[in-house]
């Protein structure tokens, strides 16, 4: 039986905590389940008819559409992790939460156990798991660190999540040499920042165009921006659209990269990126107003529950 490793093709944003599992404490989002058709009528069936299982209802157009079309942009995320049993679930230090990573559009989920009594994983059912050719998902050992102090290695993998908010299977194998079967979910996907910190402002934002209320601080107070104000989302990367009171702005700077006018007529328009709305963002305009060009420093705050 070969076997593989779940590579994740972001490094889970540098290992950010160490033990590799998201931050944010959320409520557990249930995941409902579909009771078997009621039949109207009850006939006399054999003891091995009785015995089998009923067969699966044939999922909907809009179930199968939501379990195959990419569900997030391309990023790393926190994210819950369920399962159906009390014996399988992540370390108590992960919060029931792993780090999710998602890449054109395919998604990788890094759980971190509570101990190494997990052997390998398998994305299915057990019995395929013992299958010549099965392909076995391998742990990797990370330390993790308890609030009294203690230190431990354990197993954590890394596991294919094909769509978010519903049960799919995962098999397992301890050190007893046992294959079972469970099912698992991931769910309440959290943008993470560089540092690991959770993005609330860009929380479940997935491509498209919205709309935030800013404001604008520092200058003289004269100039103003348009708010709302025009944000994009592609590829995981927003880009604001700052229109100016003024026409006078003739560059704009953030982090110390220059950014020209998107128009030639009318107010200043620019568009610049923002990586946290949760922060403020500091820029820089460069106006001509003045008998001389000169860079004035503002700051641009975002309202994150104005987006729509």
């Not at 009850?42 to 909907?60: H, L, N, R, Y």
């Not at 156990?113 to 099965?134: C, M, R």
């Amino acid at each position: 039986m070969k076997t593989r490793n779940k590579t994740v093709a972001v490094i889970l944003a540098g290992l950010f905590l160490l033990s590799g599992c998201g931050n944010a404490a959320a409520p557990q989002q249930s995941v409902p389940t579909q009771a078997p058709a009621e039949t109207t009528e009850a006939p006399t069936v054999s003891e091995a008819e009785a015995t089998e299982a009923p067969a699966e209802a044939e999922p909907t157009e809009e179930e199968a559409e939501v379990k195959t079309e990419p569900a997030l942009a391309d990023g790393v995320y926190s994210a819950r992790f369920d399962t159906d049993g009390s014996m399988f679930h992540v370390n108590e230090v992960c919060e029931g939460r792993g780090t999710l990573t998602v890449k054109d559009g395919e998604m990788t989920m890094h759980i971190v156990l509570p101990s190494k009594n997990t052997v390998n994983l398998f994305y299915g059912l057990a019995e395929d798991a013992q299958k010549d050719g099965a392909e076995l998902i391998d742990p990797v050992i990370e330390s993790v660190t308890y609030p009294d102090g203690l230190e431990e290695e354990v197993n954590a993998f890394d596991i294919p999540v094909p769509y978010l908010d519903a049960e799919y299977d995962l098999a397992l194998i301890g050190t007893k040499g046992v294959w079972y079967d469970h099912k698992v979910s991931v769910s309440d996907p959290v943008v993470l920042t560089e540092e690991g910190a959770e993005d609330a402002g860009a929380e479940a934002l997935t491509d498209g165009s919205y709309e935030i209320e800013v404001s604008l601080e520092g200058g003289s107070g004269k100039a103003t921006i348009t708010s709302p104000a025009e944000l994009t989302v592609e590829g995981g990367e927003m880009t604001l659209k700052v229109e100016w009171s003024s026409p006078n702005y003739d560059y704009m700077k953030v982090e110390d990269v220059k950014y020209d006018p998107v128009n030639t007529e009318g107010n200043s328009v620019f568009l610049i990126p923002v990586a946290d709305l949760s922060q403020p963002l500091e820029v820089i305009g460069d106006t001509v107003a003045m008998s001389e060009p000169h860079e004035i420093e503002y700051t641009i705050v975002f309202d994150e529950d104005s987006i729509q």
